[in-house]
Nanobody, 124 residues
């Protein structure tokens, strides 16, 4: 399984970014896909997760209403739309895949595959 993130960059507070994660190497039909972020000196933090097949999403409480996770099954691509960005959203954002997830996982240890990350910097 390979996961490649893109779409990060520098944005002013209040702005928006859309991150993409191109997935390959599996059919992903039973997978959960998630976004995490890690700021310097902090632990990796759950952002959102979605099932590759069927319905169901999960968000960290602090991201609800500002971030939206989605997927395009035909392109095997995961997205994270981030609106009203704040300086505290500055971090490296990672996409991850968890195989055979009965419940959408929110802890990093539950995920089996990771991308290399993309930097998001929000200036004040």
């Amino acid at each position: 399984v390979q996961l490649v993130e893109s779409g990060g960059g520098l944005v002013q507070a209040g702005g928006s970014l859309r991150l993409s994660c191109a997935a390959s190497g599996s059919t992903f039909s039973s997978y959960a896909l998630g976004w995490f972020r890690q700021a310097p000196g902090k632990e990796r933090e759950f952002v959102a997760a979605i099932r590759w097949s069927g319905s169901g999403t999960r968000y960290a409480d602090s991201m609800k209403g500002r971030f939206t996770i989605s997927r395009d099954n035909t392109k095997t691509t995961l997205y994270l739309q981030m609106n009203n960005l704040k300086p505290e959203d500055t971090a490296v954002y990672y996409c991850a895949a968890a195989g055979v997830a009965a419940v959408l996982p929110s802890t990093p240890i539950r995920y089996d595959y990771w991308g290399q990350g993309t930097q998001v910097t929000v200036s004040s």
